[in-house]
């Protein structure tokens, strides 16, 4: 059992790293902070982000795999503190450089990285763990008939009526193909044939020895060409002319990962129903053994301090309520404060003083200094937009105290080779739940018990206690005449409450309702990995050159991974994460990918999908107010959506929600304009719930409502010609790995490729045992040939197709190769192999992304929030400068006011 080892070595490397990383964020050594200028706080911003990134993949993927079912709960929180730490971090850049998307490239070349140590795929036990909620939620929806996203949207298939004349002419057209089909099997049997009873014939003739002699040349003739295709082929894959043959099934190091990663998944399954079980029995076995031994324990230790405070006192003490903890107080109390602990407590209470008196003062001050606010020395520098104190410290923290406390050097975790429960941690978990539960069983006894001991006191005891009694009723009733006054002060401070439109109806019926509507729709199978693109290796170089940041498809998927999957993977990242994304808007040309980018989000996650979109709800609630009208259909949305999260609500052409004008004719597309914004106030930290829009035409919209209600917006690009062509990729197989060379050595550009001092791309006659494989990265073209069943040959050439290929979207790229490559023409590559100018034709029937198209993309971003903010950035200015103009504008209207 050599697996749960090195998941063990994994998670302590990280343990290890995190430590580390969290010491150097604390650290006040001056060497080590960052400098006060804008490119020093990027650099050490980057590196932490990259070091996160790699512990939590590396987190991740120990997670996914390790089946101890305790010490993947304690490992959860490492995941989902250095989760969140990535969040803080990526925030903290945005802030930095004013925009969504940072190139790391320089930054990845220095740390000797590739691309794909940064990419984060979304885990996949953010839909395994969340999967029974997923089966039921999809019985559900077959139930009801639900439709897919995307499958009404299909191009509708015109049929053309035909004549009768036009209908026999087409059939006998078949039909004498049919005819000169059987006619040539039969002309061509009956030659074979013949052919063979000549050759019998003659054979006839010759002797025994002769016949094996022929019989033996032939067989050694074909011996012979064989193993010269062999080795021609061998030779042409050496050298890099032609693609290695795929490994076989028994062979193939992935299929066996894959198989290997499944299998440990099933014992996750397995381990972890046993671990419930053992838990319920354990309690139960605790309860009913031990549960009256400790009962009687606690019983005496609570008289034993009765007596102990009526020996001290000379009366009984009065018992703890439940809010200060009950009995918990007598059995563990809390220690005397030490000497420094009342000397600050006395500082507090006498700088409080002070601080009262001084509040006058200070506030005439403040008056004074609203004059000169916005003026700022010029020499200021930027400041440090790093995160000071971590919102997941304490979680990290937790974590590894836990994982070091308990796992790190546990002797019996070492000889447990299955990796099954420990009995001794449950008993541990459940005695102290069983102990709390009588505790508050024994306090209430005690409670009754006190109050006899003190009423038999009392009856045997002397005194005016009478005449106080009625003293204290009197003091009660003025208190609560008080009360009573506080009360109707009180009422005039309550806020509105939000009406809940549907409060007497069941969420069935409401989840019933949109189904039948096809607000609530199912999400087609579609992962992220299916939208291919490459890294953007020239970012940082031009990013100065372009006005509006240009991101390649990989930073789009990296972006939105972070916004979207990693938030809502897991409440207890969303819970307290810093900055929190209600909104997305995915802005850009036709074609290129956005409702898959946002169905594939939905797939990976497991989300419930709503769809909001104009075109889909036209129809629908037409009411002017109430339940059956607009407002009724969003608060029925985001009402099943905080109930069945996590969810995404999609809102397709959202830009035409906001325009100016309200459309004369056609669909009313600004219905949701007033209602949108109320909705989007109701989500809160917890709500695992995320408004993604897009849009190919936003320019005719309301910028400022747009923003009031998608708090990103993301430009989606046209695919760049990495995107199109592709490179080679690192791929983790583990140790039992062997280099597997680029299928296009001569024209690749990766970094493989080019700092290789040793031939990268030979295949050596032996494995060679590393922990990089290098496979060559199916693109765009590569992807979509290989979907459609098109074998390679030297007549089709990817690289001169990436190139045709300039200005088309990821869509038409599609249409044009399911044009091409019929049934009928995959069907004929053995006698016609397919070539790269069958695809110019139907290239040339699509347009192109115009630069005027793009430009005017690049105009509207740069009025949003964010791009009004990078380009103050870019040209100079800074936040900083932005709040001195808004001070010098506040003076300028002072001196107005007094005229």
């Known amino acids: 059992m050599a697996a749960p080892r090195v998941y063990d070595r994994m998670w302590s490397d990280a343990d290890r790293e995190i430590r580390d990383l969290l010491e150097f964020e604390s650290s006040t050594d001056p060497d080590i902070a960052p400098g006060k200028d804008r490119a020093s706080q990027f650099n050490h911003l980057a590196c932490l982000f990259i070091k996160y990134v790699q512990i939590f993949k590396k987190l991740s993927a120990t997670y996914d795999q390790m089946v101890h079912p305790q010490k993947r709960r304690v490992l959860k929180l490492l995941v989902d503190g250095v989760a969140g730490r990535v969040l803080e971090l990526k925030h903290a850049l945005i802030d930095l450089e004013g925009s969504d998307y940072q190139f790391f490239d320089f930054i990845l070349a220095d740390l000797k990285l590739t691309p794909q140590d940064?990419?984060?795929e979304i885990p996949s036990f953010y839909k395994r763990d969340n999967m029974r909620a997923i089966m039921e939620r999809e019985k559900v929806l077959d139930a009801l008939g639900a439709v897919t996203a995307g499958q009404e949207s299909d191009e509708p298939v015109l049929e053309r009526e035909m004549s009768l004349e036009e209908a026999i002419k087409m059939i006998q057209i078949h039909e004498r193909a049919r005819q000169g089909r059987v006619r040539a099997k039969i002309m061509r049997n009956i030659r074979v044939q013949q052919a063979r009873s000549k050759f019998m014939e003659k054979a006839g003739q010759q002797n025994v020895e002769a016949a094996?002699?022929?019989?033996q040349s032939h067989v050694r003739g074909m011996l012979c060409r064989r193993k010269l295709n062999e080795m021609r082929d061998r030779e042409m894959?050496?050298?890099?002319?032609?693609?290695?043959?795929?490994?076989?099934k028994k062979e193939d190091v992935v299929l066996k990962a894959k198989k290997i990663a499944e299998s440990r998944r099933a014992t996750q399954q397995q381990y972890e129903s046993q671990y419930q079980a053992a838990l319920v029995a354990t309690k139960r076995k605790i309860r009913d053994v031990e549960g009256p031994d400790i009962k009687e324990e606690m019983s005496d230790k609570i008289r034993e301090w009765f007596l102990q405070c009526r020996e001290q006192t000379g009366k009984f003490p009065d018992f703890p309520g439940e809010a200060d903890g009950g009995s918990k107080v007598i059995f563990n109390p809390p220690p005397p404060p030490t000497a420094e602990e009342a000397a600050a407590e006395a500082d507090k209470k006498k700088k409080s003083a002070k601080g009262k008196k001084s509040a006058k003062g200070s506030a005439k001050k403040s008056a004074k200094g609203k004059k000169g606010k916005g003026k700022k020395p010029a020499e200021e520098e930027v400041e440090d937009k790093g995160p000071k104190v971590s919102a997941y410290r304490g979680l990290l923290e937790a974590g590894s105290t836990q994982f070091r406390g308990d796992w790190q050097e546990n002797d019996a975790d070492k000889m447990n080779v299955l990796q099954k429960h420990d009995?001794?941690?449950i008993k541990?978990?459940?005695r102290a739940e069983v102990e709390e539960e009588l505790r508050i069983q024994v306090d209430e006894l005690m409670r009754q018990e006190l109050k006899n001991l003190k009423a038999a006191v009392e009856a045997d005891g002397k005194g005016k206690k009478g005449k106080k009694g009625k003293g204290k009723k009197g003091g009660k009733k003025g208190k609560k005449g008080k009360k009573g006054k506080k009360g109707k002060g009180g009422k005039g401070k309550k806020g509105k409450k939000d009406k809940d439109l549907t409060a007497g109806v069941a969420p069935e019926v409401l989840y019933q309702e949109l189904v039948q509507n096809k607000i609530v729709q199912r999400v087609p199978e579609i992962t992220l990995n299916e939208i291919v693109g490459s890294f953007s290796f020239l970012g940082s170089t031009l990013q100065p050159k372009q006005a509006v940041p240009v991101p390649s498809y990989a930073?789009?998927?990296?972006?939105?991974?972070?916004?979207?999957?990693l938030p809502l993977g897991t409440a207890a990242v969303h819970a307290i994460q810093p900055v929190h994304v209600k909104s997305c808007l995915l802005v850009g040309p036709h074609g290129t990918g956005k409702k898959s980018l946002v169905r594939a989000l939905a797939h990976e996650l497991g989300a419930s999908f709503f769809d909001l979109t104009p075109a889909n709800t036209d129809g629908l609630y037409t009411a002017k107010k109430g339940v059956d009208g607009v407002e009724g259909?969003?608060?029925?949305?985001?009402?099943?959506?905080?109930l069945y999260q996590p969810s995404i609500v999609y809102i397709g052409n959202a830009s035409q929600i906001f325009l100016k004008k309200k459309p004369k004719t056609g669909i009313d597309t600004t219905r949701m304009k007033k209602d949108l914004p109320k909705a989007m106030k109701t989500l809160g930290l917890g709500d695992r719930v995320i408004v993604l829009g897009t849009d190919s035409d936003p320019f005719a919209s309301d910028m400022k409502l747009l923003s009031s209600v998608f708090q990103k917006v993301l430009m989606i690009p046209k695919p760049d010609y990495g995107?199109?062509?592709?490179g080679c990729k690192k791929v983790w197989l583990g140790e039992a790995v062997v280099w597997q060379p680029c299928f296009f050595p001569s024209v690749c550009v990766c970094s493989l490729c080019l700092s290789s001092t040793r031939p990268v791309h030979a295949l050596t006659s032996r494995p060679v045992l590393k922990y990089n494989y290098y496979i060559f990265s199916l693109a765009l073209w590569a992807r979509l040939l290989q979907q459609q069943r098109v074998q390679p040959n030297p007549q089709l050439d990817i690289s001169s197709l990436s190139k045709v290929s300039e200005g088309y979207t990821a869509r038409d790229i599609q249409k044009v190769v399911k044009a091409v490559i019929t049934p009928m023409r995959v069907k004929q590559q053995a006698i016609k192999p397919v070539q790269s100018k069958e695809f110019v034709p139907a290239l040339a029937g699509f347009s192109i992304v115009e630069l005027a198209e793009e430009k005017e993309f690049d105009d509207w971003y740069l009025q949003t929030p964010m791009g009004k903010k990078y380009k103050k950035i870019q040209s100079g200015g800074g936040d900083e400068e932005g709040e001195g103009d808004k001070g010098k504008k506040g003076k300028k209207g002072g001196k107005k006011k007094k005229k």
């Open 118 to 120: 940064i990419d984060i």
């Open 237 to 248: 894959v050496l050298i890099g002319m032609a693609m290695p043959p795929p490994p076989k």
């Open 423 to 425: 009995a001794e941690v």
């Open 633 to 642: 259909m969003i608060h029925k949305t985001f009402k099943l959506a905080k």
């Open 723 to 726: 995107s199109r062509y592709g």
């Open 428 to 430: 541990k978990l459940k």
């Open 555 to 565: 930073d789009v998927k990296r972006v939105l991974t972070q916004f979207v999957a």
């Open 212 to 215: 094996t002699i022929v019989i």
